[in-house]
């Protein structure tokens, strides 16, 4: 399974990207914002998941998130914003965006672990 994290802090994508890969994620992905992130969904194809922040230069998530959904080469890609927006008002307009899934930070590897199996991947296939 392949994933693709999105997030401006360097730290944050090491500690995504070392709980996606304890989950059996083997390719995993990263970029510091939405730009750099299409350009990386255009080199390595869909991925099953991509994690997403909100806040970040350049391309916002949320504007990632409408990019994503208009491509339909990217219909598989599963959409999970974790960010600090905590308002209800963002997480709706997430999801009506395309985002698939909402988990704000400070998280736990298991509410992670609880969306991951709320998108069929709690328990990723090594391919």
Request: glycine share 8%.
């Amino acid at each position: 399974m392949k994933a693709l994290v999105v997030d401006d802090s360097r730290v944050m994508r090491s500690i995504l990207k070392k709980f996606l890969a304890s989950e059996g994620f083997l390719t995993l992905v990263e970029a510091s914002d939405g730009a750099e992130a299409l350009e990386r969904l255009n080199e390595v194809g869909a991925v099953d998941l991509a994690l997403v922040d909100w806040n970040m230069p350049r391309m916002n998530g949320l504007d990632f998130v409408l990019a994503v959904r208009r491509n339909h080469a990217f219909d598989g890609v599963r959409l999970m914003m974790v960010t600090t927006e905590a308002e209800a008002t963002q997480m709706a307009r997430a999801l009506e965006a395309g985002a698939n899934e909402y988990v704000m930070k400070p998280f736990t590897t298991e509410i992670l672990r609880a969306k991951l199996g709320i998108l069929g991947l709690g328990t990723p296939t090594h391919a």
